[in-house]
Structures are given as structure tokens and as C-alpha cells.
């Protein structure tokens, strides 16, 4: 899993990662991984835009939109997901447009969702 920033950082978080459980704790971590740049190959940190970031991932892309269409899941897909409370992404993102469900939804509900049908393939 990767998380992109506003500021055009790409955190790296190994699979192996552990998050905290209390705010305070996760907030010390964060702040650690921008000051060190990386934590122990579990989080790490470098700088890249998002549409040279996406150029260098293999696998179909998709940009996951309320507007998009219905799609099925594949095993070598890169889902992309923002958290905006308001808007969209600030580059335009070529890639086919997709949604899970008829509703709006949250994006930790898109993610969730996706996790839970990547595991039944």
C-alpha cells in the first residue's frame, strides 16, 4: 500500500506494518517517518508526483470515483483511492474511471471493500 500526499510525498507501508492503536501513538510514528525519512523497512518516505509515482507501477490501473463505472476486480490491478472531503485530485489521472457501488462512499469503506473482494479472488 502506498499513500500520497498533498505535498507529493509517497509513503511506502510494507505489509508487515503494524499501525498503532491509540491516536497519540500513531501521530509520534508519523512524525518520526517525515523527520528519519524511514522507520525499520516498515514506512518509508520519498518524493514524487503522483502521475510519475503511478508510471512506475505495474498492473491495470483504476481511479476509484462515484462516477465511474461498474468493474470487476483483478489479481494485478492498482486501485486508486482519495480521501478528500471535499474535491478531487489536483492531477488528472488517465486511467479508466471506476466505482463499487451506487452509493457514495467513504473512502476507508472503499478500501475496506476492495481488501475483502482482493481476498476472495
Known sequence: MYIHTRNDDIIHVNPETRIPRSYNRFCGLIESLFEKRSIKDLLCVEKK???TFLE???G???VMQYKGELF?????MVCIIGGFPHGD???E???FKARISDE???AWTVVNELTVRYELL
Open 49 to 51: 508526483p503522483l502521475p
Open 56 to 58: 512506475g507501477l505495474s
Open 60 to 62: 491495470e490501473k483504476v
Open 72 to 76: 470487476d476486480l483483478k489479481e494485478d
Open 89 to 91: 485530485f489536483s492531477a
Open 93 to 95: 489521472l488517465p486511467y
Open 104 to 106: 457514495k462512499l467513504t
